[in-house]
């Protein structure tokens, strides 16, 4: 016997699922992105691994706002706000640049992950925090 998510979370509609799973492909697209560029700074350059979060996470956050912003809230991103809401949104992924930093040492010092793998982890960890986050305060549900 299988029970859909509304039966289990009735606060949970299609609608919030719909927008979690485009959020997720999202950020699919800019895990793509930030790994690059973590390996190509760190990899490559010989940046250390946590300086080069920092250069992916910058590499990665214009892609990531502008896709969130027309596929996955475009029906909430009027064209008036939209360099407040990218300056929210990059203040977000600064925010969880700082609360992953200790995810990924941890994980590559502690735990012997390779430092791609542990950042790739540190971003899952963080995905629905910043889904919340940016339903709730960057692209905020004005209709009800």
């Given amino acids: 016997m299988t ?3 509304g039966a289990l979370r009735p606060d949970v509609n299609k609608g919030q699922i719909e927008r979690l799973v485009r959020f ?7 895990f793509v992105v930030n790994s690059a560029a973590l390996a190509l700074v760190s990899g490559v350059l010989g ?3 946590v300086l080069g979060a920092a250069v992916a ?3 990665s956050t214009g892609s990531n706002f502008v896709l969130t912003e027309r596929f996955v809230f475009g029906d909430r991103a009027e064209r008036a ?3 407040r809401r ?4 990059l203040g977000l992924s600064l925010a969880t640049l700082v609360a992953r930093g200790p995810i990924l040492i941890g994980l590559t010092e502690l735990a012997g992950l390779h430092y791609l793998l542990s950042n790739a982890l540190s971003l899952v960890m963080l995905m629905l925090v910043r889904f ?5 305060k960057i692209w905020p549900d004005t209709t009800s």
């Fill in 24 to 30: 997720a492909a999202v950020g699919g697209l800019g």
């Fill in 81 to 83: 706000g939209r360099f």
């Fill in 3 to 5: 029970a859909s998510i």
């Fill in 132 to 136: 919340q986050y940016s339903g709730s």
């Fill in 57 to 59: 996470t910058a590499a």
């Fill in 47 to 49: 940046l250390h691994y």
């Fill in 86 to 89: 990218f300056a929210v949104f």
